[in-house]
């Protein structure tokens, strides 16, 4: 499963709020790893690089869940 399937926040290529928020730059690669990519979204924030957004991800229910892949 992607963060964009758990989430249900539309940003995937064609989704519900690609054209209003745009694409998800994980699209559609890294949607199981969404963490280490800089510039996703978080409670409607554009988030920076891994480093600035991990505090923000390690309470992400995707982030803590069986389908985010830390390798």
Known sequence: MDCWEFKKCGREQGGAKADELGVCPAWPDDGAKCA???????????????????????DCGFYQSEYYQRN
């Open 36 to 58: 280490r990519v800089a510039g996703t979204l978080c409670g409607g924030q554009v988030q920076g690089s891994f480093a600035q957004k991990l505090a923000n991800c390690m």
